[in-house]
């Protein structure tokens, strides 16, 4: 049984933050890297950011470059992407995720198999 529970999402004005977290239990967390993506209504789920096993790499969206970090406290089974200078068009459904094959930073949905309940981000303009 592998569990991901996000939280940290709500409303907030443009030009502010959030920070949301991804606590995962049910496997080797160390070993995995993490990602988050987001959904907006009538669209695609995207790739936000990722995380190595280590966090020593990640990897961004070019949307949330510069804006956005992924972080990760192993000791605690623990994901964290901190949103910064938000803007309307950031406003979805985020989930974290985990992918199949450990070790490796992955970065397409379709290698990710254990996926979180989602927390809504909604930024007003």
């Known amino acids: 049984q592998v569990q991901l529970v996000e939280s940290g999402g709500g409303l907030v004005q443009a030009g502010g933050s959030l920070k949301l977290s991804c606590v995962v239990s049910?496997?080797?967390?160390?070993?995995?890297?993490m990602g988050w993506f987001r959904q907006a209504p009538g669209k695609d789920r995207e790739f936000v950011a990722t995380?190595?096993?280590?966090?020593?790499?990640?990897d961004y969206a070019d949307s949330v470059k510069g804006r956005f970090t992924i972080s990760r406290d192993n000791a605690k089974n623990t994901v964290h992407l901190e949103m910064n200078s938000l803007k309307p068009e950031d406003t979805a459904v985020y989930y974290c995720?985990?992918?199949?094959?450990?070790?490796?930073?992955?970065?397409?949905?379709?290698?990710?198999?254990?996926w979180g309940q989602g927390t809504q981000v909604t930024v007003s303009s």
């Open positions: 995720a985990s992918p199949a094959i450990p070790w490796r930073l992955v970065a397409s949905v379709s290698e990710y198999d254990y």
């Open positions: 049910g496997r080797t967390f160390s070993s995995y890297a």
């Open positions: 995380i190595s096993w280590s966090g020593r790499s990640t």
